[in-house]
């Protein structure tokens, strides 16, 4: 493919809302419900209704092409295993819900590994083992990227965090940088990478600073200083910066395994200790709440239980949107009985904001000129709307990744994102 | 446990641009609307001095026009817009019963006033308010309304009115003083620069500027010429404004005015002018280039939406506003230009949807070829038919010269 330059728009961020206050841990929810469903894939749930699980003991395995396990986050009695809950796909799946004892009581596999000895398929097995998924917001297995033949020259640690309001991540490198790198060192021995970067937005400064006060010991993981546009955080669009490459599949194509910030720490914990994924940061912001502010959760907490430590609603937003990941490529949840699950990064209520009267497309063209991977919405829309699916098709309307800026920039507020993934649904469907 | 609270479903993204309601943001249609007309005053104003007030404040008597008079060209182009809009609000109340609030809102999201005052500024400002009804009839109703109103319609409104207006009523325009204001009428200018052209292709240069004092008159619009667009200086400054707020597309008055110069160029060239700018540029300001260019090409629903099939619309825009103008009946080039173009607008955006997204490269450069070389031969065409006229008035001179000299 002919090498194309990607454009980005800046977006103001108005990260200031969660970034002010501290993280809270809150890691004793009375309840936890854990999706028996990843990627849209169900996971067979390996636990039945009155069995004891200890913390860390596997009681599901997501199939399909790339398995993974689901640990139990908390210690107690399984009470239901199809208790159905909003999830931020937008909408219901069966969860496990596990009545949490409190004792906190660790399973026999979470113990400390001998880190220098693990070889690399080893550290892969973990990986693994340990259900680590990319907490970016896809949710894919990350074992699978290391599992590559491929040669990789670089290993990349996505911090741009480039969707607005979410400040998960600036708050994990704010307070965990150690465990960062170290996680950072356990990939690069995952994959045989001579080098790492962490590609960060360069108007976060204060991050900056603290990275190249620790990195300076660190002769093969820098600092990458990527533009404060969306969507900078986009897996291609960071290859391209950094490899000056472009791939059509997968990272390693190019050379390079693209890692969330939030994975590298995961990893870092799973290596040294074999504690397995059931713990993360999610933003909780918006107008919708009296206090904005990242809080460390258990996976499967019920979002009401975080709620009620966080300060409730702001009751002054009446109509409002609850959305499950960032504003521009989360989810509206039609109620707050949402629970967390591996890769949600943020929870946002915000005022909702409508327009009634809105013009007829102008043609004004800038969908077509902001669009990342060079769609046309508007003719995609059109076309759509003319049911002519070959021609769709050929407008590969199934290039699209669904990051919002056409639906952002339209002036006459036209939902062009969603009929484009329509589009790409109904090419899906009738192949 | 507390209740479950109930939310709104709506669509990601949840931030948009055309939220935000700051008179400075360039988010919303309306906002980009009300710039394209902030963008058109400069030009009313320009029109109005150089049609009315310049000719009421001449020192001889005889030419100065009436109060009334002075005040035409200004009324003329308002006028215009008052009638699109009245139309189309007659329009909606008739065919589709809206009334009130619903029609006045009909109206804020269609911008009827638009296609009436940019067809008032580029009839010439002699017309009588008859055809220019007439003219807006045509834009609002049948080029626009019918085709299903704004977002909706295939050709330029205004230009639709404009060629109908100058090929049924040129007549009656001539009749009244065609294009030319009332110090204009005695003055040395006999015509507008292109009409000039028209009658002398085979002129020279100078014998072509003669009429108007120089290049510098012409970029300034202080020539004979239809209402608003004689000002290639005015038009640039709209166009910068236009670009800066993001209500235009940059690339399209600067590809098209880029591709006709080239053009005209090479025809001056071949009309032994290579060294000589003054021929392309006197192409350049004459006519309603600078205008159509800016305010008619770029009109984005007419055109094409993809960036590359902009490259492309404006490129074809160049090479045949050059064919209508020196191969073409009418001396302009423009407005037929952006109407034929509009036809294809369909067109060349499904070709370059998909070749923006092709990863065939032979497929991507093939098709860029074919139209590179169907561009090369127009152009070949209007230029080898331009020069032609140059040489048969050569020839026919020499003749003329010959017989002189027989007959001596």
């Known amino acids: 493919m002919i090498f194309r330059k990607i454009k980005g728009v800046h977006i103001p961020g108005r990260k200031e809302m969660s970034i002010t206050n501290e993280i809270l841990t809150f890691t004793n929810p009375e309840h936890v419900y854990v999706p028996l469903v990843e990627q849209g894939v169900p996971a067979t749930c390996l636990v039945k209704v009155g069995d004891k699980v200890k913390l860390g003991q596997v009681i599901a395995e997501k199939g399909g092409r790339f398995p993974i396990p689901m640990h139990a986050p908390v210690s107690g009695e399984v009470v239901s295993i199809n208790q159905k809950m909003w999830h931020a796909s937008g909408r219901m799946v069966e969860t496990v819900v596990i009545k949490n004892d409190f004792q906190e009581t660790k399973h026999e596999s979470i113990k400390p590994n001998n880190t220098d000895a693990l070889t690399r398929e080893q550290i892969i097995e973990i990986v693994k083992n340990c259900g680590i998924v990319g907490l970016g917001g896809s949710c894919f297995p990350t074992y699978v990227k290391y599992q590559t033949t491929l040669p990789i020259d670089v290993v990349i640690i996505n911090a741009a965090e480039c969707e607005p309001y979410i400040t998960a991540d600036y708050m994990l490198i704010k307070t965990r940088v150690n465990e960062l790198i170290g996680g950072i060192k356990f990939i690069m021995r995952a994959t045989n990478a001579p080098k790492a970067v962490i590609a960060i937005k360069k108007t976060k400064e204060e991050l900056i600073e603290i990275l190249n006060n620790h990195l300076a010991n660190e002769e093969n993981i820098s600092v990458f200083l990527l533009p404060d546009v969306y969507p900078a955080g986009w897996e291609k669009y960071i290859v391209q910066k950094v490899c000056k490459k472009t791939y059509r599949g997968l990272p390693s194509e190019a050379g390079a395994v693209v890692n969330n910030v939030g994975t590298a720490i995961a990893i870092y914990h799973a290596v040294t200790n074999n504690m397995p994924l059931i713990e993360k940061v999610v933003t909780f912001t918006g107008d919708g709440f009296n206090n904005p502010q990242n809080v460390y959760v258990k996976i499967g907490t019920d979002i009401r239980e975080v709620l009620a430590k966080i300060g409730g609603y702001n009751n002054e937003v009446t109509e409002a949107n609850l959305i499950a990941g960032g504003p521009m490529t989360g989810k509206a949840v039609a109620f707050d009985s949402l629970v967390v699950h591996r890769s949600l990064g943020s929870v946002i209520v915000q005022s909702r904001k409508i327009r009634l009267v809105n013009p007829e497309c102008m043609g004004c063209g800038k969908c077509c000129d902001i669009c990342p991977v060079r769609l046309s919405p508007i003719l995609i829309k059109r076309t759509l709307e003319d049911k002519d699916y070959e021609l769709l098709a050929d407008f590969k309307a199934n290039n699209c990744m669904e990051c919002g800026l056409c639906s952002y920039v339209c002036p006459s507020r036209i939902e062009l994102t969603d009929a484009v993934v329509r589009a790409k649904t109904a090419l899906a469907t009738r192949k | ?408």
Request: glycine share 8%; hydrophobic share 50%; charged share 15%.
């Open chain 2, 1 to 408: 446990m507390t209740e479950q609270r109930r939310f709104s479903l709506d669509k990601a993204p949840f931030i948009r641009r055309a939220d935000n309601l700051k008179p400075l943001s360039v988010g919303s249609t309306s906002v980009i609307m009300r710039d394209f007309i902030i963008s058109l005053v400069p030009l009313i104003i320009f029109a109005w001095v150089k049609n009315g007030l310049l000719p009421y404040l001449n020192d001889n008597p005889a030419l100065r026009p009436s109060f009334l008079e002075m005040l035409y060209p200004l009324l003329f182009i308002l006028i215009g817009g008052f009638f699109s809009y009245a139309l189309e609000a007659l329009y909606y109340s008739l065919f589709y019963k809206l009334r009130g609030d619903e029609l006045l809102t009909k109206l804020s999201t269609s911008y009827a006033v638009i296609p009436g005052l940019l067809l008032g500024m580029i009839l010439p400002h002699n017309t009588p308010i008859w055809t220019l009804f007439i003219g807006c009839l045509f834009a609002t109703v049948i080029a626009k309304l019918l085709f299903g109103g704004f977002g909706h319609n295939i050709f330029n409104p205004a230009l639709i009115g404009y060629l109908f207006v100058i090929v049924a009523y040129l007549g009656v325009i001539q009749d009244r003083g065609g294009f030319l204001n009332l110090v204009e009428v005695d003055g040395v200018t006999s015509a507008t620069p292109l009409g000039h052209f028209a009658s002398n292709p085979g002129a020279s240069i100078d014998e072509l500027i003669a009429p108007y004092g120089s290049i510098w008159n012409l970029f300034v619009g202080l020539n004979p010429g239809s209402g608003a667009e004689t000002s290639a200086l005015l038009c640039i400054l709209a166009f910068a404004y236009l670009t800066v707020r993001k209500v235009i597309d940059w690339r399209i008055p600067v590809v098209y005015i880029g591709t006709f110069f080239v053009l005209v160029y090479i025809i001056g060239a071949f009309n032994g002018y290579a060294l000589d700018l003054r021929y392309a540029l006197f192409h350049l300001f004459t006519g309603g280039l600078f205008f159509g260019a800016v305010f008619m090409a770029t009109e984005p629903v007419t055109g094409p939406k993809t960036p590359n099939g902009r490259i492309l619309y404006a490129i074809s825009l160049g090479v045949l506003t050059v064919l209508f103008r020196f191969v073409g009946a009418f001396p302009e080039g423009v407005a037929s230009a952006i109407i034929t173009m509009n036809l294809f607008a369909i067109l060349l955006d499904r070709i370059c949807a998909k070749l923006r997204v092709s990863d065939n490269r032979t497929r991507i450069i093939v098709t860029y070829a074919v139209f590179a070389l169907f561009m090369v031969l127009i152009s070949v065409y209007s230029i080898s038919k331009s020069v032609f006229k140059n040489n048969d008035k050569a020839a026919i001179a020499e003749i003329a010269e010959v017989t002189v000299y027989d007959n001596n």
